[in-house]
């Protein structure tokens, strides 16, 4: 019995790893020798280990359950448990689908919102003529000031006041000029003016798919323009290319600078260009030029809701207006898809070159 | 009091080196953190609050047993890990009082915990048997071997905790004790 309580606990320290090494050595001989010690080793082994196992259970047990008695178990099961409500339920059960389903949703939303503010934009597109009937209707303070100037210069001036504005620019030497359609679009009668003076002209083809018109000037003081230093651009734009204006939103030439920044029109219009200028009423019909010189569209309109979308028509267009006239009546006319003189000049040159091929369009419309 | 449940989730990796380190607040806050989890999927698969601890107690251990082993591996979020194997735990439990086991409301990602779980099985049986030893053991040997093997006191201590004359006197009834009780435990 004594030998027994001897050997357990002398079994334990081996286990345990307490023997000395002297001890340990014997321990082990006296193992290999003794089929009995060393079989209660390995049961002694076993045992201890599931001991251990089963202690180590114990303590953690213990303090999960000091840990739980922290959680207000009660009301965390009031909160949690199923509500009698089948729709908090479903939420619950089902909260991330509903979230995913829930960001669809609001996803749909904002597509068809933009959609919507797409399609908005047929509604927005505002030709750039100058309405000059509305602003003369309008009691601003600003078109009392275009009254009085007006009454200055009226003296020797026809009766009746211009009711629309726009711009055009020449295609010809002798006097042919490409404007917008919208802009002299039920005139009684039309003038242009540039630098030199103010001339007649009469409106000789209109094609208003295209909104183009080319008018010619038909006034004896008119002198023959020298050669055109611009061309007429044969291939696209590309998207990004620099493009400028000249035009006539005032009384004054106006420069107006940007790029091309798409290559259809409003709602996907492929008549049009969208570029990135800025530009105001009576900028329409000016002539879009890219920086080599070449004219690469005709400003029409813009987006109102949006600044710096504006719209031109694309070159070829301007080229099927001008061969739908008799040829032989265009004397010195716009070259096609040729090296413009313009070309590698800078842009305050380009401008001095081309602006008194620039028009500033007057309508009159005695109704 | 109550601890502020979620305030602060901690993180993975904080919780496998508390485990490692035997560190008793990495447990508190790894037990108050996904409590509510478990309490939920419980609650709303037939369970009570009671259910929910037991299963929630046992996930944990399958926990610590797997991090101590060393084969745990961070692949997927602990947080996982526990639903899946809480879940498991349950659904066995559901299946062994032969009520339904179909249509349970998860709230969670499931990963497929059976190699685990198969080893936490052997583990529970011996942990059962051992349990049931004691049990059957009766007193003082059940709290003697208790005091020594698990609670680590010295024979000296529980000498005079039982009032035993001399050390030897413990020494031979504690001996006693563990030869009956590994009998009981051998045999079962």
Known sequence: MRQDIELEAIIEDYLNGKLTPEEHAAFEQLRSKDQMVDHKVVAHKVFLESMNQYASIVKLKEQMDAAHSHIDVASLTEELKPHPSKLVRLWRNNRSAVAIAASFVLLALVSLYSIQNN?????TFEAMSQDMAQIKRSQSGLIRDIKSIKTDSKSNNSESRPRFGGSGFAISGNGYIVTNYHVV???DSIHVQNGKGSYKVQSIY????????????????FENLPSLPYTIKKGASSLGESVFTLGFPKDDIVLGDGYVSSKNGINGDTLAYQVAIPVNPGNSGGPLLDNNGNIVGIINGKENKTDGATFAVKSKYIMEALNAIPQDSLSRRVAYGKKSMLRGLKRDKQVEKMQDYVFMIKVYNNN | MSIKISSSLPTDREV?????NNSVEALNKLYVAYFPMVLQFILNNNGDEDDAKDVYQEAIIVLYNKVKSGSFELSSKLKTYIYSVSRRIWLKKLAQHSKK?????????VLIVEEDMEQH???????????????????????????????NQSMQDICEKF??????????????CLQRLKKLFFQS
């Open chain 1, 119 to 123: 399609n908005k934009q047929a509604g």
């Open chain 1, 185 to 187: 679009r039920g005139a």
């Open chain 1, 206 to 221: 209109t094609d208003p798919v295209n909104d183009i018109a080319i008018l010619k000037i038909n006034d004896k003081s």
């Open chain 2, 16 to 20: 496998v080196l508390g485990i490692l």
């Open chain 2, 101 to 109: 086991t179909s249509n349970i409301a998860d709230f969670e990602d």
């Open chain 2, 121 to 151: 099985e052997q583990k529970d049986m011996q942990f059962d048997k051992m349990k049931e030893a004691l049990e059957s053991l009766g007193e003082p040997c059940k709290t003697i071997i208790e005091d020594f093997y698990i609670n």
């Open chain 2, 163 to 176: 009032g035993y004359t001399n050390a030897d006197n413990a020494k031979t009834q504690k001996y006693k």
